[in-house]
């Protein structure tokens, strides 16, 4: 295939999906938002297109009550597309999900309540699947067993770097009530963290997507399938979820840079592109000609009448 920009294609994708909160029962979340439906709609948007992840990552709040049912629908959900794509399927502890449960459910592990964490090699890219929930409670923490743990496994560099998954993202929120329930003692993390190979870090927990830094390593926070937090809502609202606006991320790895983007998981309807029966035409042209087709204002495929006809 043609490199048409200055980069190279990525040396991984994955898919980063969070917040599914799946009820037993197939029951709807609140009474109103069909969580299923909602995982379901994502997953044929991932399958249908273009982008083929190494891995997928969902990071926590799997359930939202930690029932066995919830688990076993959700792993039938996921399981077969996942192995369909040909990636790897990476879970990661919520505050919403139950270790026990989870552990003989996904893992089909003993039950246990001992933290969740664990390592996943996709092809050199290392992915840590860090459990930073407190058994009965929603604010997030890790103990200094899991921190020294953590420590010992960056210790040795991964060939493609290490991605850190957690459910409750080190970064700040503008949502007031959000912020009582952060991950607690974020410095203690990020003195583990800081001159190690880790190249992004995923997080969830929030129902919106947002991105930061901490400790010089890029944060990127999936919104949510189930429903999302809305931040642009009335005054008088202290927190609002909708049924709406939910999203899944693709992270993108390349050798220097991480690039994260956020994919609507229901589709709309298209008013303006391009067919892919362009792309044999687009690839056959020498670098320049492609050059001034596709940046100059004056191409036929750039004039409105052009772009019309092919929508």
């Not at 492609?290 to 204002?297: A, D, G, M, P, T």
């Amino acid at each position: 295939m043609t490199q048409m920009g200055q980069y190279p294609p990525a040396s991984h994708v994955i898919a980063h999906i969070s917040d599914t909160h799946l009820l037993g029962e197939g029951r709807a979340l609140y009474g109103k938002v069909p969580v299923e439906e909602r995982l379901a709609a994502a997953l044929r948007r991932l399958e249908a297109g273009p982008v083929r992840p190494d891995a997928f990552v969902f990071t926590g709040d799997l359930t939202d009550l930690g029932e066995p049912d919830a688990y076993r629908r959700l792993r039938a959900a996921v399981e077969p597309v996942v192995q369909r794509m040909g990636a790897e399927l990476i879970w990661v502890m919520g505050n919403h999900d139950e270790r026990a449960p989870y552990a003989s459910l996904l893992f089909d592990e003993p039950e246990t309540d001992a933290p969740q964490d664990r390592v996943h090699d996709i092809r050199g890219l290392r992915v840590i699947s860090l459990d930073s929930t407190v058994p009965g409670y929603h604010h997030g923490e890790l103990t200094r067993a899991q921190l020294d743990w953590l420590a010992g496994v960056l210790a040795e560099p991964a060939p493609h770097g290490t991605v850190l998954a957690l459910h409750h993202p080190p970064v700040p929120t503008p949502l007031e009530v959000m912020a009582v329930l952060e991950l607690h003692d974020q410095p203690a993390l990020a003195e583990v963290l800081r001159g190690t190979d880790v190249r992004v870090i995923l997080g969830g927990h929030l129902h919106y997507s947002t991105h930061s830094t901490f400790a010089g390593i890029p944060v990127s926070v999936a919104a949510a399938t189930c429903y999302t937090l809305d931040l642009g809502a009335d005054a008088e609202r202290l927190l609002s979820g909708v049924d709406g606006g939910q999203s899944f991320d693709f992270v993108h790895v390349y050798d220097d840079q991480v690039v994260s983007s956020t994919i609507p998981a229901a589709s709309f309807p298209e008013v303006t592109g391009f067919s892919v029966e362009y792309r044999p035409m687009i690839e056959a042209m020498p670098a320049d000609v492609r050059h001034e087709q596709l940046s100059s204002k004056a191409s036929p495929l750039n004039l409105n009448e052009a772009a019309a006809s092919e929508v």
